[in-house]
């Protein structure tokens, strides 16, 4: 009974923790308020909790609930329902219940990627928002965001002005905005085939401590996050630790060494392996090969793809030239193969080049993406 | 005898390549010039500097020179003398005659770091390229750089403004001072204990096929090379990577993916494994580890230094809990231990922390240098 999770979900003292252990427990909401006392207490749950669930006090609140949303247009997912979100229903600890609203089906069908980032933000942060939620966007990608003022909220807005699909998770109820100016975005985003998700209950108010479970239902629903600023002490930095834990692929849009804004992204590329972007083609590359091809132009998309096309026009690509090379870079690219890994030792002997020209040629081949630079000094040619 | 050396080198048609190739047959310059046409012509060097080499054209001015070089209060280093530099020495294809001018021992018997960079920089880039090389400069680090405009500059002018030493590598004769306008910078780095190098012959002027020579100099006596920022098709680019080839560390400070000025960083970054750098310290902990000793605060030395130091004291670091530490940060830093990797899994269990905050506390206590993030989402102290 959905009203059950609804009910669950909206007791205090039953955050996605004490949900999930209820949940292994008893396997449904409509089990738990089957549950006595007794089995109940064995879990620790805080006492309020366990006599709110036994005196079903939320009952009417969740019945109420439910006709609220339907009213509003909205819709309640649940964990079990078969239509939940399913890369959100395999993270640690995901939402029972979601409150959703738009064409949450629609955008949620196509690759997703977070783009998030401090609200504090520069024009610098807030361009490259825009810049690499429009580029994603425009190539069918869904920007999910946290609905915040500054990255987020021009991260919405460059999926938006490209036509594309977004989705703004909220930190309170789908019937609250929050912040208030961004009323005519919710519209907008509602317009444009987007939606807003949140799994608080309606008329939540936005309190600090909800920020940190809507940010995991950003990366939950996400191929990977792209963190475009953050500050040292940055909620985004722990969405992005939060993403690494959730196997998602994280991203960080580098920035001055001099810009606070620019320090916790600069720093996840540093220390937290965090993938540096300089243009949206950084994220599409190392998303699945599957999803990368339907976003890269067919010769990246072909490289990523790899080992099956590669029987596909092989001779002809092989026999080919690239126009406009220098003699040096010519002479280098007719001495690799794709397929055996040349040493730069070797490449020097046989090039009779000096080391620094044949590292110039080389370097300006692998910018062209003509080569490849392997581990252990070794180059093959790009496919 | 020096004037053989000196003769080889000034010969047209010899470049490194070349000398290397004479050196590995004949062993040295003196037996250059003992061998005959028929052994040097096997060789197939440029026929013009086979008829030089045989007629020994170049030898009053080969004379000339070693006068001309003391007169100016320089000195010719030779590849097999035994005070020639030994990290340059082992590059592929080192000169085989250096000019150096001040006080070029002391200075190379220091680690050295190359600092380098574009010519036409942005204020962001002259401002960087200072601040490092001024914290380098004043842990004692040499740094090395190109005498160019912009980054380069701003590199020799931060390790004299904190009173350290800078060794500017030239692309002329070291009786040249290029540009015109560095002509006080020249005098200041001599003053201040620094010194002048270069692999060409006294008035060498300024052209631009000499400037990759010198980029190799800068890396080869380098521990490694920290590219402040370049453009798409920057020597720097090309620097880097022959500081790669070197098996030198190369580091890059990142920048705004706006800028054109730090496309070049950012690339080094993304895609050639250059460590990025958001201050000197991010330097230091690459180096070796007797290095970043001498150069690191005890603290982050003794991580450094590792197996080494742990007896010392280690079960009184043990048992100190920092302070300032939430009551989430102080209960997830007391289950780690700097032995035994603890999964993030394991530490959501005994936390019982919701995963939100247990990944807040993990990256905060990172942040603070008191864990230390492994591969596999496992966490250990750091100590």
Redesign the interface.
């Known amino acids: 009974m959905i009203r059950d999770w609804v009910e669950l979900n909206m007791t205090p003292g039953i ?3 004490a949900a999930a252990k209820l949940l292994e427990r008893f396997g449904s909401a409509e089990a738990v308020y089957k549950a006595t006392r007794a089995e109940l207490e064995q879990l620790r749950l805080p006492p309020e909790a366990v006599d709110t669930i036994i005196a079903r006090d939320l009952l009417p609140r969740a019945e109420a609930e439910i006709f609220a949303v339907k009213k509003l247009g909205g819709e309640i997912l649940l964990l079990d329902d078969g239509v939940y979100p399913s890369p959100l229903r395999e993270i ?2 995901p939402p029972i219940v979601l409150y959703v609203k738009g064409d949450w089906s629609d955008c949620l069908d196509r690759p997703c990627i977070g783009v998030v980032g401090s609200r504090r933000c520069s024009t ?1 942060g807030q ?2 928002a825009i810049m690499l939620a429009r580029d994603l966007a425009q190539r069918g990608v869904t920007v999910v965001s946290g609905f915040a003022r500054g990255i987020d909220a021009a991260a919405h807005r460059g999926a938006l002005e490209a036509g594309g699909r977004t989705v703004a998770i909220l930190g309170t109820g789908i019937d609250e905005v929050y912040p208030r100016d961004h009323k005519k975005l919710a519209a907008e985003i509602l317009e444009r085939g987007g939606a807003l998700v949140s799994q608080f209950p309606l008329g939540t108010p936005p309190v600090s401590e909800n920020f ?2 809507r ?2 239902i950003i990366s939950g629903l996400s191929l990977g996050v792209v963190v475009v600023e953050a500050a ?2 940055s909620g985004s ?2 969405t992005a ?2 993403a ?2 959730q196997n998602r692929e994280v991203f960080a ?7 606070r804004n ?2 916790g992204t ?2 996840l ?4 392996g965090a ?5 949206w083609q ?1 994220i599409a590359a190392e998303l699945p090969p599957q999803v990368a091809a339907t976003l890269l132009p067919p010769s990246l998309a072909e490289q990523k793809l790899g080992e099956r096309k590669k029987d596909v026009s092989m001779s002809d690509r092989l026999s080919l030239v690239p126009e406009g090379l220098s003699p040096a870079e010519h002479l280098v690219f007719k001495l690799l193969t794709p397929d055996t890994p040349a040493h ?1 030792d070797w490449l ?1 002997d046989k090039s ?6 044949l ?2 040629a ?3 081949l ?2 062209r993406e003509l080569v490849r ?1 392997l581990p252990g ?1 070794c180059f093959v040619r790009k496919l």
């Open positions: 955050g996605p923790r640690y600890d610098y361009n490259a940190p479970y940010n995991r040292e002490n930095l722990i630790r939060l690494m834990e849009v580098p920035g001055n060494i001099t810009s620019s320090f600069n720093y590329i540093k220390g937290a993938k540096l972007v300089q243009q950084d730069v020097f009779e080049l000096p080391i620094s020209e590292t110039a080389l370097l300006s692998e910018i630079a000094r």
